[in-house]
Nanobody, 123 residues
Framework: VQLQASGGGLVQAGGSLRLSCAAS????????MGWFRQAPGKERRFVAS????????DYDDFVKDRFTISRDHDLNMVYLQMDNLKPEDTAVYLC?????????????????WGQGTQVTVSS
């Protein structure tokens, strides 16, 4: 399995970015696709997830109503649309996937990780 995240960059507060994650190497039917973020010196934190088959979504409260996760079956892509960005959103954003039985917000439940893309929001 390979996950390739892209789309990060530098943006002013209030701006938008769309992250992409290209997934390959297997069928993801039944899998969760997740986005996490990690700021320097902080733990990896759940951002959002989506079930590959049914498209059921879940969000961290801090990003709810600002971020939208989606997936494209034909292209094997997962997206994270980020609007109204805040300086506190600055972090490396990573995509991940796994067969989740328990908490989809727990990074330990994900089996595969991409390399991350840097998002920097200036005030």
């Amino acid at each position: 399995v390979q996950l390739q995240a892209s789309g990060g960059g530098l943006v002013q507060a209030g701006g938008s970015l769309r992250l992409s994650c290209a997934a390959s190497g297997r069928s993801f039917s039944g899998y969760h696709m997740g986005w996490f973020r990690q700021a320097p010196g902080k733990e990896r934190r759940f951002v959002a997830s989506i079930t590959w088959s049914r498209g059921v979504t879940d969000y961290d409260d801090f990003v709810k109503d600002r971020f939208t996760i989606s997936r494209d079956h034909d292209l094997n892509m997962v997206y994270l649309q980020m609007d109204n960005l805040k300086p506190e959103d600055t972090a490396v954003y990573l995509c991940a996937t796994g067969l989740i039985i328990g908490d989809q917000g727990d990074p330990r439940n994900y089996d595969y990780w991409g390399q991350g893309t840097q998002v920097t929001v200036s005030s």
